[in-house]
């Protein structure tokens, strides 16, 4: 009798053992787990990816902004706005000379500016005392290379591309353009194309302060994002100087009006990135502006590689998101510094 119970209860025993016992996932609800995974993965990306954008769109904003407040130290301290840029050597009237200056004097807006945005050691690479003494178009600065070397952080959009040398000289570049104001439809160094309808002026022509900005300076761009389509890196005719000497050029000015062969104006709005003309081929693509016009590789437009817009620093300092979508009017009008035409920007 006590055998037999005993051996019941092993089977009981012998169950509840059994039924008690840990289960292992099988194939398919391993599948379910990772698909779930993969779907939330899914929905998380593009809004981890806007937040990187939206991160870096505001970093692009503050770079901007020093600029801009750099330009009003720069003021403060020179009784003007600076200067864009020039060719050839400024103890010579020519202003026809190419392709850069031969003289600390003649070299960018974005060298003028560094001792106001704490760069002034990059600033120090060169003078004034170090230019050749005798005027001559083909002598250059012996420290143009040094300090194009340099990489400004501050000159460069985070949602474009990090700092990088182009070139067999490894020179830096700038994301940023002075607001020209109307582009001609001759040499870019002809006089209607050398910015006196805009905040930055070609250097000699002449020169302009906030206060003489007739259309009010928040109203009228100062400084903003330049175009430039990923595959034209280093090469695009906007892109293929260093930012600190790189003459009266489409790397550091932008133009937001063109005139037509009729004498009228129109608006030439900034363009996503990806609109930006661009190598395909061994040629380069076109793209037509509001007056029908293409300029190739050597083009005039503002934009960015930010979804919606471009973003500028206006003449009062503060800063704007203006969209792709903006009429080629109000932009013409923000981009004119002395046109009188009121606007309101969207």
């Not at 005993?6 to 391993?30: K, N, P, Q």
């Not at 003649?106 to 170090?130: D, F, H, I, K, R």
């Not at 022509?205 to 300076?217: H, V």
């Not at 081929?281 to 930010?306: E, K, L, M, V």
Request: aromatic fraction near 8%; proline fraction near 5%; include cysteine.
């Amino acid at each position: 009798m006590d055998m037999v119970c005993s051996e019941l209860g092993c089977g009981r025993l012998l169950r509840r053992h059994r039924c008690c016992g840990r289960r292992a996932f099988t194939l398919v609800e391993l599948l379910v787990v990772i698909a779930i995974i993969g779907v939330l993965v899914g929905l998380l990306l593009p809004a981890v990816q806007s937040a990187r954008e939206a991160a870096k769109r505001t970093q692009c904003t503050n770079n901007l902004k020093q600029l801009g407040l750099a330009c009003h130290n720069y003021q403060d301290t020179n009784g003007q706005l600076p200067n864009g840029a020039r060719d050839g050597d400024h103890r010579i009237s020519s202003f026809t000379a190419c392709c850069r200056s031969t003289t600390v004097h003649g070299w960018t807006w974005c060298y003028q500016l560094l001792p106001y945005m704490e760069e002034s050691g990059v600033y120090n690479l060169a003078s004034a005392a170090e230019d050749s003494q005798v005027p001559n178009a083909r002598s250059y600065h012996p420290k143009e290379n040094i300090v194009g070397q340099q990489a400004i952080v501050g000159l460069y959009c985070p949602s474009r591309r990090e700092p990088k040398g182009y070139g067999s000289g490894k020179f830096h570049r700038t994301d940023y353009a002075g607001n020209a104001g109307q582009r001609g439809l001759g040499n870019l160094r002809d006089t209607d194309s050398s910015g006196l309808k805009g905040v930055i002026i070609q250097t000699d022509r002449a020169s302009t302060s906030i206060e003489r900005l007739r259309d009010g300076s928040s109203k009228t761009i100062m400084i903003g994002e330049k175009a430039l389509h990923p595959d034209a890196f280093g090469i695009d005719g906007g892109d293929n100087e260093m930012w600190s000497n790189a003459g009266w050029d489409e790397c550091v000015i932008r133009f937001g009006a063109g005139v037509l062969s009729n004498g009228n104006t129109y608006g030439i709005p900034p363009i996503p990135d990806m609109k930006a003309p661009h190598p395909v081929g061994g040629r380069w693509t076109s793209y037509r502006d509001a007056g029908g016009i293409n300029w190739g590789r050597w083009h005039p437009y503002f934009g960015s590689a930010h979804g919606v817009g471009a973003n500028f620093v206006m003449a009062d300092g503060s800063v704007r998101l203006i969209g792709f979508d903006v009429d080629q009017l109000v932009f013409r009008r923000a981009s004119l510094s002395n046109d009188g035409e009121p606007f309101e920007l969207p």
